[in-house]
């Protein structure tokens, strides 16, 4: 089960069928998705219980957004592994930056990016957060 920003709203989904949180917890956790960061823990307990099956509709990929939508700092680390910094053309350094990037870069894993120029960098990332403490 994955913590999910489907269509703007809080949702968990399995990544086939998704349900809305605010639906599905009869009001208890917020629409917002920022809003069940700050109860976590409780929500995520609460959230091993839905039944996708039962209570969840099938997922249109094209709705799911950033998890955080609104972060407050982003932090990257750079040449965290060493096939990037070979492709760089640099040693994998003893300790690998640390750097912000603007809260705007984040979205969604199906959103289209307008690239600025043709040599843009990339980072794969999971954009899904498991219920369960991970990174999906």
Known sequence: MRFANYAGRAALTDGTRVVHVAEASDGKYPAEPAAIFEVWDEFAAWARTVNLTAEGVEIDRAQLGSPSPT???????????????????LEPPAEPPVFTKFPTSVCGPYTDIELPTTTVDYEPSSSWSSVGGGTG
């Not at 972060?71 to 053309?89: C, K, M, W």
């Open 71 to 89: 972060p407050r700092q982003v932090f990257a680390i750079g040449l965290n592994y060493r096939d990037h910094a070979t492709e760089s053309g």
